[in-house]
């Protein structure tokens, strides 16, 4: 499974209803009005049926960024085209 | 300060971000007399803290495996198939899931989810109310699920006596549990039954039936068992979700007025209503909604 980084921001965007391109390797919940809660779930859940993975708790409580969750993706073997 | 509260604060941040600012909401919206209520439950449920933290994942888990679910939900328009047998042998007879996730996650659920909340409230304004003023305030439980509703009926009434069924040995032991930890356990007997299968022989003027029609292949068959349980005169509590997936859940209802159908056709006459949505839809995709009636 291959992610270029274009896709992860689109879906990204839609799960916030923000501008794609908002969305930085830095970028986390601080910068987002709409990152909260439920959509944190919704995109842990998205990413999940996206990249055909399963985050544990663990996982999940620590995707405080999107760096984090570039590396949890490669972490499951993820093939991550975003560059650094 | 609530320390109980606090607590389950601190373990819903640790296991899923943002989780605790439902605290903060719930209270903002509910005020005062939700929190404190909260805290009740939690001291004597976990008195000294014990489990709070293990409860506090398994709502975490509980959660997550419904939005999962709601997920293929909104993209399959149905609920995974899954039969009543399979959902036992998965669900109601897994020591470990249950004691572990469902029902804490769903003891929590009462009062961290606003349309759960919203529907205790109806249920304690339109039945509990009449429950206390009756003079003969014996009630049935079917589904117990925790043993929540039973145990609201009887720290609400304390006149009240009731017997509780279920198919779970773990729901009997939840139930219990929290029955003994409101000091309500001398009133309250509680059988492993399918009400179906074997029907009770006596009836009562009051009975509660919440979350158990999703979960069942033959929700009519169910509303029939129930309306032979009610005694001539009285008045039944029942409750269905709907557009909710959820590991156990099996018959999708889409809307109240299915709901209503099939009380109907079963001799019930609806009293009052009550349905309440989980969030705001974001646009056509289903939202999950609980629908609560009192029926006679």
Same mark, same amino acid.
């Given at each position: 499974m291959q992610l270029r980084r274009e896709e992860i921001q689109q879906l990204f965007g839609e799960v916030f209803e923000a501008d794609p391109h908002a969305f930085?390797?830095?970028?986390?919940?601080?910068?987002?009005?709409?990152?909260? /809660?439920?959509?944190?779930?919704?995109?842990? %859940?998205? +990413?999940?049926?996206?990249? !055909? @993975?399963?985050?544990?708790?663990? &996982?999940?409580? /620590?995707?405080?960024?999107?760096?984090?969750? %570039?590396? +949890?993706?490669?972490?499951? !073997? @993820?093939?991550?085209?975003?560059? &650094? | 300060?609530?320390?109980?509260?606090?607590?389950?604060?601190?373990?819903?941040?640790?296991?899923?971000?943002?989780?605790?600012?439902?605290?903060?909401?719930?209270?903002?919206?509910?005020?005062?007399?939700?929190?404190?209520?909260?805290?009740?439950?939690?001291?004597?449920?976990?008195?000294?803290?014990?489990?709070?933290?293990?409860?506090?994942?398994?709502?975490?888990?509980?959660?997550?495996?419904?939005?999962?679910?709601?997920?293929?939900?909104?993209?399959?328009?149905?609920?995974?198939?899954?039969?009543?047998?399979?959902?036992?042998?998965?669900?109601?007879?897994?020591?470990?899931?249950?004691?572990?996730?469902?029902?804490?996650?769903?003891?929590?659920?009462?009062?961290?989810?606003?349309?759960?909340?919203?529907?205790?409230?109806?249920f304690r304004n339109s039945f509990l109310a009449d429950l206390r003023a009756s003079d003969d305030p014996r009630f049935a439980d079917v589904g117990v699920g925790t043993g929540f509703y039973s145990r609201i009926l009887l720290d609400g009434a304390r006149a009240a006596r009731g017997r509780g069924y279920d198919v779970s040995e773990f729901s009997l032991e939840y139930a219990a549990r929290q029955a003994a930890a409101f000091d309500c356990a001398e009133r309250y007997e509680l059988?492993?039954?399918?009400?179906?299968a074997a029907p009770p022989s006596e009836t009562v003027p009051f009975l509660t039936c919440v979350e158990?029609?999703?979960?069942?292949?033959d929700p009519p068959a169910m509303l029939r068992a129930l309306r032979a349980m009610l005694a001539p005169g009285g008045k039944a509590f029942i409750t269905a979700a709907l557009n909710a997936p959820n590991v156990d859940h099996i018959y999708l209802y889409r809307d109240v007025e299915e709901v209503h159908r099939h009380v109907r056709a079963a001799g019930f006459r609806l009293e009052q209503g009550f349905v309440a949505a989980a969030y705001r839809p974001r646009g056509d995709e289903p939202v999950p909604a609980v629908a609560a009636l009192i029926v006679t």
């Open positions: 930085a390797l830095a970028t986390g919940p601080e910068d987002v009005a709409t990152w909260d /809660s439920f959509n944190h779930l919704n995109l842990v %859940v998205s +990413l999940e049926e996206r990249a !055909g @993975v399963s985050f544990s708790t663990d &996982e999940i409580a /620590s995707m405080l960024s999107v760096a984090k969750i %570039v590396a +949890l993706l490669r972490e499951h !073997g @993820v093939d991550v085209d975003w560059p &650094e | 300060m609530r320390a109980h509260v606090e607590r389950l604060r601190a373990a819903l941040r640790a296991g899923f971000p943002f989780r605790a600012e439902h605290i903060e909401r719930a209270t903002a919206a509910f005020g005062e007399a939700w929190a404190s209520e909260l805290e009740d439950l939690l001291a004597r449920m976990f008195p000294a803290g014990d489990g709070l933290e293990q409860a506090a994942r398994g709502y975490c888990d509980f959660v997550l495996d419904g939005m999962r679910l709601m997920k293929r939900f909104e993209r399959d328009g149905v609920y995974a198939a899954k039969s009543y047998d399979e959902a036992a042998h998965e669900v109601y007879h897994n020591r470990a899931y249950m004691l572990d996730l469902y029902l804490p996650g769903n003891l929590l659920s009462h009062y961290l989810w606003p349309h759960h909340w919203r529907q205790l409230v109806f059988r492993r039954a399918d009400v179906i158990v029609l999703e979960h069942l292949e």
